[in-house]
């Protein structure tokens, strides 16, 4: 059973960055995709952006294209995303995903998968 651990969240100013991680344990994640979601209070959670098992390729929200990264390390285990010029809407709790599904391309939808972390909390404010 993969366990997945985020972190990196905390309190950044407006326009400010900040770079969150998602590490893999008990089995390893080369094969699947992995995405991130953020879920805001009294929101739903939300697709934010996911990579292919290669990191190939990468799909965003249109919301955050141009301001946020996501990337993966495989030897690692591990996977990534860099969030520049935060904004205030950016604020949320994130969780990472993984596919358990191997070598699909492309899920965007909370169902698509099935292992999750406990989030991490990422603040936006001055």
Do not use: H
């Amino acid at each position: 059973q993969v366990q997945l651990v985020e972190s990196g969240g905390g309190l950044v100013q407006p326009g400010g960055s900040l770079r969150l991680s998602c590490e893999a344990s008990g089995g390893t994640v080369s094969d699947n995709a992995m995405a991130w979601f953020r879920q805001a209070p009294g929101k739903e959670r939300e697709f934010v952006a996911v990579i292919s098992f290669r990191g190939q390729n990468t799909y965003y929200r249109a919301s955050v294209k141009g301001r946020f990264t996501i990337s993966r390390d495989n030897d690692k285990n591990t996977m990534y995303l860099q969030m520049n010029n935060l904004k205030a809407e950016d604020a949320a709790v994130y969780y990472c995903a993984m596919d358990l599904r191997a070598r699909r391309w492309r899920p965007t939808e909370s169902d698509d998968f099935g292992a999750w972390g406990q989030g991490t909390q990422v603040t936006v404010s001055s």
